[in-house]
């Protein structure tokens, strides 16, 4: 199957982003799109049908992919009617709202000889390619520390996020990508995790999370996000032992970046133990760098856009290769999000093999 024609189910808020990104990529048709409120569709460009059923959609012969876009709770039952019917599935994120789920929709798809992936976008993000780049080519020596940082004052979730029998909630939304995105930078096993998942705002769905992943060499990452956070900016850290990439998007001050690794221009065992006094008090290890001491690099530049997942997702459907975003991945991050709810349930860090 070389000729890609796309049937959107759902047709909401990502619905319309993957029409607007699908009409520029002259590899995809987009034949068929469906949502069950048909006002969704009002502005749906001339010549894609209109369906108002799933099965409706999933059955058009016009139809050989199924982009299931739907809210989280309904990705299982759709993607199995699809496979049922012979058609490839791209299912949005979080693929399902548990591993068992998971499983199942990947089951039917081996049995019906389908192709399945998933939607995870975010590996190409600007802001996450030049700290992977960073760790991948050892621009800051031995990593100890990479931060992954959301913050945002919105506070509220919205529509069907706020339930959690919708699959509401931070984790789901941005959790899964941001895992992800940590999981995907490093060849490394994770050995253990620990997570602070709080509901600040929101009464019935998380909102904040702070999740820590130490990995077998001793690394740390983290991720924290909070939608009630009133530092407002996306940003990342990674530190190692010959310098700190420090990689911020300020939300306030138009979007404003900062992106550089600071070294320091010779090891600091060469520096004097002198006394300063400062705001906090007397310090030997934490007064100000003496001048000169500490030098910016830029960091890399990594080329990607927004439409580098799905260039990716036509080779693979044109060569019949592997597809980016692969089933054990996603497994993987389902599980470790798992890990990491089992962790705010009890306070306790959780061994994960992986
Ligand atoms: N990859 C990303 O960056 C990204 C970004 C946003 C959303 N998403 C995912 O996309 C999915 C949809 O999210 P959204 O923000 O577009 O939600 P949304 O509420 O804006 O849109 C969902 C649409 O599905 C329709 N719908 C509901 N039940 C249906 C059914 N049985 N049949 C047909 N249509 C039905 C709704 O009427 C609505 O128009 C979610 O799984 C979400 O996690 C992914």
């Not at 759902?10 to 006002?39: K, Q, W």
């Not at 530092?231 to 992106?259: H, S, Y």
């Amino acid at each position: 199957m070389t000729d890609i024609k796309i049937g959107i189910l759902g047709y909401g808020f990502m619905g319309h982003e993957h029409m607007n990104l699908l009409r520029r990529l002259p590899e995809i048709r987009v034949t068929a799109i469906c949502d069950i409120v048909p006002s969704q569709m009002d502005d749906a460009p001339e010549g894609v049908k209109k369906y108002t059923e799933m099965d409706e959609l999933i059955s058009d012969p016009e139809v050989n992919t199924v982009l299931i876009v739907v809210p989280n709770p309904l990705h299982k039952e759709a993607s199995i009617k699809a496979a049922r019917a012979g058609k490839n599935i791209i299912c949005e994120k979080p693929a399902a709202l548990t591993v068992a789920d998971f499983d199942e929709m990947t089951a039917e798809a081996e049995k019906a000889g389908v192709r399945f992936t998933v939607h995870q976008q975010r590996r190409h993000d600007r802001d996450y390619l030049p700290i992977k780049a960073v760790l991948q080519q050892g621009l800051i020596g031995k990593p100890y520390l990479v931060r992954s940082m959301m913050y945002g004052v919105n506070g509220n979730m919205h529509d069907w996020h706020i339930y959690p029998e919708m699959g509401g909630g931070m984790l789901y939304d941005w959790g899964i990508h941001l895992i992800d995105q940590i999981l995907n930078m490093t060849e490394e096993k994770v050995v253990s995790v620990y997570a602070d998942i709080k509901k600040v705002i929101n009464q019935d769905v998380d909102d904040y999370f702070l999740l820590v992943f130490k990995f077998e060499s001793g690394m740390t990452a983290e991720i924290e996000l909070g939608t009630y956070f009133l530092t407002p900016k996306r940003g990342w850290l990674a530190c190692g032992d010959t310098g700190t990439a420090i990689l911020d998007i300020d939300f306030v001050n138009g979007m404003q970046e900062t992106r550089k690794i600071v070294r320091t221009r010779h090891l600091l065992e060469n520096v004097p133990g002198k006394i300063t006094m400062t705001s906090a008090g007397p310090t030997r290890s934490f007064g100000p760098p003496e001048p000169g001491l500490l030098y910016e690099e830029p960091l890399p530049e990594v080329p990607g856009d927004e439409f580098d997942w799905f260039k990716g997702y036509v080779k693979a459907i044109k060569t019949g290769g592997e597809f980016e975003i692969t089933i054990p991945q996603v497994r993987r991050d389902l599980l470790i999000m798992d890990a990491f709810r089992e962790s705010a349930r009890t306070g306790k860090a959780v061994v994960f093999e992986s």
